[in-house]
T-cell receptor, first 116, second 112 residues
């Protein structure tokens, strides 16, 4: 089945370390997103990309950067991790192409990051 | 930018009762309103959505209503079952294929 795959699934790191979370998809979708989930705060958009040459900031981009290496790959980096970046991170994709657009987001399984 | 508020944050009902979750949005240009369900330890998945040209949509035991004038929309679950226990998120978008802004989530617990 076409899917959205995130690596690593779990990571523990120390303050100040550089961390990269990777996302790849086999759905053939153009649009890719990174969200962060914290209890009581829902899913907050960090960055999104509508095609390989398009990168946009979301609601909470400070402290994060992204790279769209190919249509199928979208990585999230924390240049210098801090404890309040401890969270569950989700990559998601969506497709276009129908007259109405599907709108549906397809999420990866999530990457749990702990910054000590 | 868009802001979505969701209430309540937790909801406990008896099996067979109805559950209602409400959301408000700020951007009057928003035209797409999905609801996602996240079971414990799983990824969020779309359960129903509604577009701004429709006032209500039903799918078996779940329904969504939209009031564009008041800028709010609601999820209704009837005849709740234990497997409905999950976190539910509402979201809004000004582009049907574009970025979604989510509410804070509602943890629904259905007691047998």
């Amino acid at each position: 089945d076409a899917d959205v795959t995130q690596t690593p699934r779990n990571r523990i790191t120390k303050t100040g370390k550089r961390i990269m979370l990777e996302c790849s998809q086999t759905k053939g979708h153009d649009r890719m997103y990174w969200y962060r989930q914290d209890p009581g705060l829902g899913l907050r958009l960090i960055y999104y990309s509508f095609d390989v040459k398009d990168i946009n900031k979301g609601e909470i981009s400070d402290g994060y950067s992204v790279s769209r290496q190919a249509q199928a790959k979208f990585s999230l980096s924390l240049e210098s991790a801090i404890p309040n970046q401890t969270a569950l991170y989700f990559c998601a994709t969506s497709g276009t192409g129908t007259p109405l657009g599907t709108g549906e987001l397809f999420f990866g399984e999530g990457s749990r990051l702990t910054v000590l | 930018g868009e802001n979505v508020e969701q209430h309540p944050s937790t909801l406990s009902v008896q099996e067979g009762d109805s559950a209602v979750i409400k959301c408000t949005y700020s951007d009057s240009a928003s035209n797409y309103f999905p609801w996602y369900k996240q079971e414990l330890g799983k990824r969020p998945q779309l359960i129903i959505d509604i577009r701004s040209n429709v006032g209500e949509k039903k799918d078996q035991r779940i329904a969504v209503t939209l009031n564009k004038t008041a800028k709010h929309f609601s999820l209704h679950i009837t005849e709740t079952q234990p497997e409905d226990s999950a976190v539910y998120f509402c979201a809004a978008s000004i582009d049907q294929g574009g970025k979604l802004i989510f509410g804070q989530g509602t943890e629904l617990s259905v007691k047998p």
